[in-house]
């Protein structure tokens, strides 16, 4: 581990090691909430969730089924989204959708998975025609839960469909 010497003389960890060593998020993501709003009754859309969810060791996603009485009582407060037939992400600031949507979580997620961000550098015209094409045929292809289904115990905080409709209550 490489260590620099402060003026004073005691040795410290080197800013860019302690970074790549820590559990913290990267600074732009410190104490950000991203919430992921998604098809409650689309298998496609839920596995993809329940791997976001295993995977986000910063605990920063947060999800909601467009179907929900939540995202309804959200999207009142906050305006509507730009697609209620997609992927939406929602950093607290703006939207982003599909394909740009999935990349951007991504970037969020600790280790090798930040390098499926990678999906942004595809031309946009590109992204949108595979986000359509698999989106077009995921209920032929996986089928439809008639409801949604629920997250373990262990999860609840992280599925803001759980909570009060009013989005401002927690």
Known sequence: MKQTRDADGPFRVAPSIRQAN???PPARYKNQIFIV????HCPLCFNLVRFL????????LRFASLQSEWSKAFFAENG???????VLLWDGQQWTKEL?????????????????ALL?????????????????????WFGEYKS???P????????LDLRPANPNQS
């Open 100 to 116: 740009e949507a999935v990349a951007r979580i991504f970037s969020v997620l600790p280790g090798i998975w930040k390098g499926l």
């Open 120 to 140: 942004r550098r595809l031309p946009k015209g590109l992204r949108a025609k595979c986000y359509r094409f698999i989106a077009n045929r995921r209920y032929q």
């Open 152 to 159: 373990s115990a262990a999860d609840h905080h992280k599925f």
């Open 80 to 86: 509507p989204p730009p697609a209620l037939d997609a």
């Open 37 to 40: 709003f998604f098809d409650g």
């Open 22 to 24: 820590s559990t913290m």
């Open 53 to 60: 969810n295993d995977r986000d060791g910063y605990d920063r």
């Open 148 to 150: 949604c289904r629920l």
